[in-house]
């Protein structure tokens, strides 16, 4: 099965202890991922692509990945990460609903609310591809987006069942507990964040990186099937 392309987006605040993240929680019967926390994110759609975007992205990555995730974002929690200049609160959600019914496309949204992501500080980090094999299948690209504080509300869809803020120390910790489940991205996105102490230091080192599809294989041992990724051990012996 050729992987569908798709992109997520770490929303990273600065805390007091730190670097801190958005996760969202997946529904126990999801057809992928079933209570799982993630970022938010998506497939990328045909309107992502659009060249009426040109303009108003920030020119993170792929033009259409970084819409997708900006269009998720926003579908998946209501979080605009760009100035309102052409309308208020409201107008935003409504846009938001039409948007989540498909009576609307985003880029008919970023048109009629004058939304402009030039400014919008993201960038894009990496690129994950889930297993050969895998009844469902993802090429996902990552970006990394700072806002300035932590959002008064997070407003999900039934897509998620919940939302919580973490550093990425107490999200290790917990998922080693076996109390947040996450997907094998997931968890090694976060211990990359784990090496920063500030989201503009890890917006520093992001920015620009070269990035090199990372294939996810799985691997037979003591602990049964594991989930590997490119240098680790094992790993190429897959091939």
């Given at each position: 099965?050729?992987?569908?392309?798709?992109?997520?987006?770490?929303?990273?605040t600065q805390a007091v202890d730190g670097l801190?993240?958005?996760?969202?929680?997946?529904?126990?019967?999801?057809?992928?991922?079933?209570?799982?926390?993630?970022?938010?994110?998506?497939?990328?759609?045909?309107?992502?692509?659009?060249?009426?975007?040109?303009?108003?992205?920030?020119?993170?990555?792929?033009?259409?990945?970084?819409?997708?995730?900006?269009?998720?974002?926003?579908?998946?929690?209501?979080?605009?990460?760009?100035?309102?200049?052409?309308?208020?609160?409201?107008?935003?959600?409504?846009?938001?609903?039409?948007?989540?019914?498909?009576?609307?496309?985003?880029?008919?949204?970023?048109?009629?609310l004058e939304l402009d992501f030039s400014s919008?500080?993201?960038?894009?980090?990496?690129?994950?591809?889930?297993?050969?094999?895998?009844?469902?299948r993802f090429d996902t690209r990552f970006f990394?987006?700072?806002?300035?504080?932590?959002?008064?509300?997070?407003?999900?869809?039934?897509?998620?069942?919940?939302?919580?803020?973490?550093?990425?120390?107490?999200?290790?910790?917990?998922?080693?507990?076996?109390?947040?489940?996450?997907?094998?991205?997931?968890?090694?996105?976060?211990?990359?964040?784990?090496?920063?102490?500030?989201?503009?230091?890890?917006?520093?080192?992001?920015?620009?990186?070269?990035?090199?599809?990372?294939?996810?294989?799985?691997?037979?041992?003591?602990?049964?099937?594991?989930?590997?990724?490119?240098?680790?051990?094992?790993?190429?012996?897959?091939?």
């Amino acid at each position: 099965m050729t992987p569908r392309p798709a992109a997520t987006v770490v929303v990273a605040t600065q805390a007091v202890d730190g670097l801190e993240f958005l996760l969202l929680q997946r529904p126990g019967d999801a057809r992928f991922g079933a209570g799982a926390w993630a970022f938010p994110g998506g497939a990328i759609d045909e309107d992502d692509a659009s060249a009426n975007w040109a303009y108003r992205l920030p020119g993170a990555g792929e033009a259409a990945a970084c819409v997708a995730a900006l269009r998720e974002l926003f579908e998946e929690t209501g979080i605009m990460p760009a100035p309102l200049r052409g309308c208020g609160p409201e107008a935003l959600a409504e846009a938001r609903r039409a948007l989540l019914s498909e009576q609307v496309r985003f880029s008919q949204v970023a048109e009629r609310l004058e939304l402009d992501f030039s400014s919008t500080p993201i960038v894009y980090f990496a690129r994950w591809i889930t297993p050969r094999g895998s009844a469902l299948r993802f090429d996902t690209r990552f970006f990394l987006l700072s806002l300035e504080g932590r959002p008064s509300r997070v407003s999900l869809t039934p897509e998620h069942e919940a939302a919580i803020w973490t550093t990425p120390a107490s999200a290790l910790r917990r998922f080693s507990a076996g109390r947040l489940p996450m997907m094998f991205p997931t968890e090694r996105t976060i211990e990359r964040l784990a090496g920063f102490r500030s989201v503009e230091e890890a917006m520093a080192a992001l920015s620009g990186v070269h990035v090199e599809p990372a294939l996810v294989r799985l691997g037979v041992g003591e602990k049964g099937v594991t989930p590997l990724a490119p240098g680790d051990p094992g790993y190429d012996e897959g091939r």
